[in-house]
């Protein structure tokens, strides 16, 4: 069993930076993929990024290329994603959720755990 704690959301203007982070406990983190998702009011969730185990592959869907950052530290058990240039369509609850498999796969499918989310609320 793997209980997965985000940190680090907030409110902030359009433009600024957040980072996020994520807590994990249980033996299984350093063997599985890693996953930011969120979800906003009315919409489905949806997986912004992800890394794989070993950190040797990333995912970042279109919305987010060349402005959030995923990584990893395995020896302390948490995943970050580094969000810059933030706009106000990035507003919703931040998920973090562990992969079922050592590789990623971008679906929800894919991972199999999941924490109680962050809010990101970015103004104008």
């Known amino acids: 069993q793997v209980t997965l704690v985000e940190s680090g959301g907030g409110l902030v203007q359009a433009g600024a930076s957040l980072r996020l982070s994520c807590a994990a406990s249980g033996r299984t983190f350093s063997r599985s993929a890693m996953g930011w998702f969120r979800q906003a009011p009315g919409k489905e969730r949806e997986l912004l990024a992800a890394?794989?185990?070993?950190?040797?592959?990333?995912y970042y869907t279109d919305s987010v290329k060349g402005r959030f950052t995923i990584s990893r530290v395995n020896a302390k058990n948490t995943v970050y994603l580094q969000m810059n240039s933030l706009k106000p369509e990035d507003t919703a609850v931040y998920y973090c959720?562990?992969?079922?498999?050592?590789?990623?796969?971008?679906?929800?499918?894919?991972?199999?755990?999941w924490g109680q989310g962050t809010q990101v609320t970015v103004s104008s």
């Open positions: 959720a562990k992969g079922n498999t050592p590789v990623i796969i971008t679906s929800t499918s894919g991972f199999d755990s």
């Open positions: 890394i794989s185990w070993s950190s040797g592959s990333t």
